[in-house]
């Protein structure tokens, strides 16, 4: 054990994972609550159309992923509020065009290009100091932001047309909680990889709306699961060297798993 | 409990007002005025429109001519003063949220929007959990109550906001006899109290016993105004004969009960 | 505080990170039992998923020295690499190699090279597979070489003689290859992924690749290269093992070709290139 | 109208049930015996238990302990014969479909998975949006209908399953009144012709009118086979005063339209 | 036109067109109208779990897909019957485990491996004969199940509880669309590539379903919209020398986006 913080890769790592499960068990809760699993990943495709545009332009990716990440967050929040669209409808359609946009674009760039799939795709072994500072701070964005509107999200993701009624800025709130959530998730994947932040959206938080009753609870709980499943996860993996993203996933899933058989079989708790 | 509107001034204006869906206009050139103090009951067919003329009322459906005014501004200005519980609630019926956060929502406005909830708000949240007898289940998840329950819960909502205008589409839907007779009585105290009341229901009891006045809406709307359910009243709206409406509510109870309890 | 270079796993050889299996053929050449060597991009590791393995970062921390070469993946991963790991040297084992442009069909296709589409002036439109030639071979030995004398100059005399073996034994097989390909000079042959540039430089040859610029080829592009195909006889169609070989297939299904395997990463270079050659001069003398 | 089942038989037995959620039990030793041709209205407060009986009438939910059979089988069985208006429609309300397709849907069975509809089917059908009103509504789409209408349509398409049992879970909820006493005279007439209904609802009136056995259910079901709401019976489900409760429905009207029309 | 049609990959090009059509026209439907979008996404995204075990294995790595996308199928189907969970949720955590199960096995397996992704990923260029006629396959069975069964699942997906009551066979026929859904999204990424699938699934359907009130008649719709766009992005890939699948997506999506927004400026249009 003392042996494995003697690694600043290590140590980045864990820290990775302090700060991955704070942002994580806040915006999956929404996420989860919301129904908007599938808005996470769309967002992530769609920064793929952003990367394919930076690299036409010669401009850094990871600009492109953040700005067409935040478009599609803006066109997908306008979208629905006009045509009250299905949702997981629109996200397909997004992420589709999105990677579409970046394939052409990267086709029309001379010359070669290294491997643009790779910039959606992180580990968390390889995290380095910059990465913890910007993660911080979208951390602080997150923390700064729930807490401030936390009543107002919750009235938005439960009831929109009396939350409209009460005069809310409704689609303002629905619109910065879809940027918020593709910020997280382009910054997070950068580091931690791609289907490592989907799944940590998810998990923490279903587990937590099995067992509990109130969207603060579930909030707490998903952050301590996240950390646990990131924690143990790389401990599994240094010792058995496994790939650290795919057994953290692999623990939160079975964890997932096991919380519903646990869930099934348990008289006192809640539907 | 609500003085910021006493002066004269009728609370709604609507006005040549014409209205629907993209499929078909649903409301025709509705003439209505809303003063304050009143407790208008609106009933008529099902797909009569009343649903549709409360979405106008709230600002949530724009008309597609004629005007309307609500407290002397736009319905989406003015709705902040209104209560409103949905005919159908819109809400996730899964979601993990107390009955008492339920109801404080009813405390929120965009004006503060950077504010934490006040002992104020508890107190007033206290109360109309009381009133409308859930305060008992104030913990309780909202997923885990039964229809009426949660309808009940609703209804505390809108009465939180301190509204001006109250308006109700079919609250009383899967909600027993008890509470719903509690509900009317405590409307009716609320009217009292001087907050005007806008009610659609099914219900010609509840119309005879509580309602100061009434009107009927068939796309167009046949009358306002009136105080008493009258035969032609209900022929002209439903167009049929009114033993068959009336059927297992003799008329004596209608003119028996009329504005009392 | 200094990084563990003397950690538990060191076993007092010198800790050597490569990017891809070529390289570490050259520094286990020469380096023989005094360096440890740690490949980042394993075999068949796939590039879209690619994640450093634990085993990999502890190896990365002990490690003193870092031969890079400018492939795809490290783009993405070096930066970070370099910035948690301050303590690694870090030597581009393709330095004072001679890049050329990436070749696109096009070029072929139109007959005329189209140079502004290659870009030759910017880093992008250069071909990153520096190794896959012999007369590279022998520069890339040389940085290798070069780099761990400075850092182990106790062993100077052993890894000087290791050099010069290897030296040797590519001097051989370019002579091996001269043989094998010399009938073949001007021929064209085609790859799926363009990683045979320097190659065929070296041997005259020209290399016709599917693929444009790392990408799928589009509908018009095939029906080019088909053409092209046609018209230069091509009988074979090389294509890499971590590919997908249906583009391939359809192609050779057109132009009534077979296909075939070459590996540019394989961990055997010497053998490797070897075997390449005699597949190439297969495929031309059809 | 259908004798399939025209012995002595009762057609739904349950004894000693106890049933409930994973939080609470709801229901506790039940007893109850649905006889042919009986027309039973069940009241309750709201969380009473209502829609949960009903539930485990239908199969959809098991009991923890005690028997239930329906016309002498498991409820997964027997349900083929019983037709059922659920209280929320748990539909998804934009889905592109006609009236005519929902209404038909009665027809379908696990016997004749891979037959297609008949004309038989069709006339059925036709005859079944007549009774409740919304033949000429046929082609529209159910997205497009108001709640009151939908309703409806739900009720059509209990009943084109040609029901020996049919259970309605509060189904006059957003009905007009027109439409809901058009409803009720509908139930009547096909429990003439020898369908046997089991209504859940909060409207005293429909039960003084129409219901031939009145149970009460609140955790227990207080009261059943009684033919005649009493003071008593109201107390003691509600336990409240019962002025209250029969606030706007004199006593009288009750004795005098028991069973009749 | 002619020339284009002398390669026989264009001939096969344009043939796959027609037999994506029909699938995607009558499963993108039920997907879209049971909302049912990520299912596909989940499913293709589980199978690769099934090529990393078949590597590991040693066996097809095409059977190891399959058998993955069917049990995930089954399992979906079975968990959420028994639990009720979101949809949502359960897709996203079957998707992560699935892909992190094939990362570990891959990683296990000694030596070679084909490149895993492209598994996920086809062209509609390099379509083979047997390919051809492996869609036809599939399009045959998935016309026979919806033929047969067309009054259940149009029961099924509006209405699950009342389907009940009437003792259909409500789970069977959830599983066996789940399944259907796996095969098509499994066969057919591997010939035209997973975002095309997703994309094709749904935006005809989702258009379909702005302007007709029917099942029947949405899915009649959808498959000649896909086929308008599968030949059309072709001929266009082919005129402007564009990467095919990105250029049959961009067309879906920008019809999709003009559906929008006609039907929002039309008046007779259903809600
Ligand atoms: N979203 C919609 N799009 C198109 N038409 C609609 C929509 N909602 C309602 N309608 C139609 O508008 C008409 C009025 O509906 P509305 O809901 O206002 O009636 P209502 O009076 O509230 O009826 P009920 O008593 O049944 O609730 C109906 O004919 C209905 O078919
Ligand atoms: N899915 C559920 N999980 C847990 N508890 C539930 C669930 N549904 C209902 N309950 C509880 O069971 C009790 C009975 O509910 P039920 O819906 O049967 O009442 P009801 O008599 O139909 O009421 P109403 O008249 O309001 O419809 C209530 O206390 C409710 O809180
Ligand atoms: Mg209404
Ligand atoms: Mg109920
Ligand atoms: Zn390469």
């Known amino acids: 054990m003392a042996e494995l913080l003697s690694y600043s890769f290590m140590r980045n790592a864990l820290i990775a994972g302090v700060l991955v499960s704070l942002t994580c068990g806040i915006i999956g809760t929404l996420v989860v609550l919301k129904r908007m699993v599938f808005i996470s990943g769309g967002v992530a495709h769609t920064a793929y159309g952003g990367v394919g545009l930076a690299f036409y332009l010669g401009v850094n990716p990871i600009l492109g992923a953040v700005a067409f990440s935040l478009v599609a967050s803006f066109l997908m929040g306008y979208v629905q509020r006009q045509t009250r669209q299905r949702q997981d409808t629109l996200i397909g359609v997004m992420w589709a065009i999105g990677m579409a946009i970046g394939i052409i674009f990267a086709d029309m760039t001379p010359g070669y290009k290294a491997d643009l799939m790779s910039y959606l795709f992180g580990s968390i072994l390889a995290v380095t100091h910059t990465d913890l500072w910007m993660m911080l701070g979208v951390n602080l964005l997150v923390l700064g932001f729930v807490i401030l509107f936390y009543k107002e999200l919750q009235a938005v993701a439960f009831d929109e047309s009396f939350a409209r009624v009460r005069n809310l800025p409704v689609d303002l709130l629905y619109i910065a909680l879809v940027a918020m959530i593709g910020l997280a998730v382009v910054m997070l994947m950068r580091v931690v990889g791609l289907i490592m932040i989907i799944a940590l959206l998810t998990v923490p938080a279903a587990i937590g709306s099995l067992f509990l009753n109130h969207m603060k609870h579930i909030m707490w709980l998903a952050m301590v699961l996240s950390l646990v499943f990131t924690t143990g996860g790389l401990l599994l993996s240094y010792f058995f060297n496994l790939t650290s993203g795919a057994t953290i996933i692999l623990i939160a899933g079975i964890s997932y798993l096991s919380a519903l058989l646990i869930h099934k079989s348990c008289r006192r708790c809640p539907a | 409990m609500n003085d910021i509107f006493k002066n004269s001034q009728p609370l709604v204006e609507i006005k040549n007002l014409y209205a629907g869906y993209q499929y078909e206009v649903v409301l025709e050139d509705i003439n209505l005025t809303i003063e304050q103090d009143d407790f208008i009951g609106l009933i008529g067919p099902n797909g009569g429109g009343k649903t549709t003329l409360l979405r106008v009322l709230l600002g949530l459906l724009q008309p597609k001519s004629g005007s309307i005014t609500v407290m002397g501004e736009t319905p989406e200005k003015g709705r902040r003063r209104i209560g409103y519980v949905p005919q159908f609630a819109e809400y996730d019926a899964e979601f993990p949220i107390s009955v008492r956060d339920v109801v404080r929502m009813g405390r929120l406005s965009s004006q503060r929007l950077f504010k934490p909830y006040s002992t104020e708000d508890d107190r007033v949240v206290d109360e109309r959990l009381d009133w409308v007898g859930m305060l008992e289940y104030q913990d309780r998840a909202i997923r885990e109550l039964s229809g009426g329950q949660r309808q009940r819960v609703y209804i505390a909502r809108a009465l939180t906001t301190n509204p001006t205008l109250l308006v109700l589409d079919e609250p009383t839907i899967s909600v027993d006899i008890e509470a719903r007779t509690q509900i009317y009585e405590l409307l009716h105290k609320i009217n009292q109290d001087g907050v005007t009341i806008f009610l659609v229901t099914h219900d010609l009891n509840v119309i005879s016993s509580y309602v100061k006045t009434i009107g009927c809406l068939n796309r167009k709307l046949h009358y306002h105004g009136e105080k008493q359910i009258t035969d032609e009243m209900l022929q002209s709206t439903y167009g049929c004969p009114v033993d068959l409406i009336a059927h297992g509510l003799p008329h004596r109870v209608l003119a028996e009960h009329k504005g009392g309890n | ?277 005699e597949a190439f001069a297969a495929a031309l003398e059809k």
Chains 1, 5 share one sequence.
């Open chain 3, 1 to 277: 505080q200094p990084e563990p270079s003397q950690g538990p796993s060191d076993d007092g050889r010198l800790q050597v990170t490569v990017s891809i299996l070529p390289q570490a053929y050259f520094v286990e050449r020469i380096g023989g039992d005094f360096v440890a060597v740690n490949v980042m991009v394993g075999p068949g590791e796939d590039p879209h998923t690619y994640e450093p393995k634990p085993d990999q970062m502890r190896a990365l921390s002990h490690s003193q020295l870092f031969f890079t070469i400018g492939t795809e993946y490290e783009d993405a991963w070096l930066p970070r690499l370099r910035e948690t790991n301050p303590q690694i040297t870090f030597v581009d084992s393709a330095a004072g190699i001679q890049r050329i442009p990436l070749i696109s069909p096009h070029d072929h296709a139109g007959q005329e090279t189209d140079l502004e589409k290659t870009d030759p002036s910017g880093e992008k439109g250069l071909d990153p597979h520096v190794w896959l030639a012999p007369a590279n071979g022998k520069i890339i030995a040389s940085t290798i070489f070069k780099a761990l004398q400075t850092l182990l100059p106790e062993h100077a005399d052993a890894l000087q003689s290791n050099y010069d073996a290897l030296l040797a034994d590519i001097v051989a097989l370019d002579e091996k290859i001269e043989g094998l390909l010399s009938g073949n000079m001007g021929k064209a042959f085609v790859v799926f992924h363009p990683a045979w540039g320097y190659f065929a430089n070296q041997y005259q040859l020209e290399q016709i690749p599917v693929q444009v610029g790392g990408q799928e080829p589009s509908a018009s592009d095939l029906a080019a290269l088909i053409a092209t195909s046609r018209k230069k006889n091509i009988r074979v169609i090389f294509i890499q093992p971590t590919y997908s070989t249906a583009i391939a297939q359809a192609i050779a299904a057109e132009i009534n070709a077979e296909v075939a395997i070459v590996d540019p990463l394989a961990h055997d270079w010497l053998n490797n290139l070897e075997g390449v050659a």
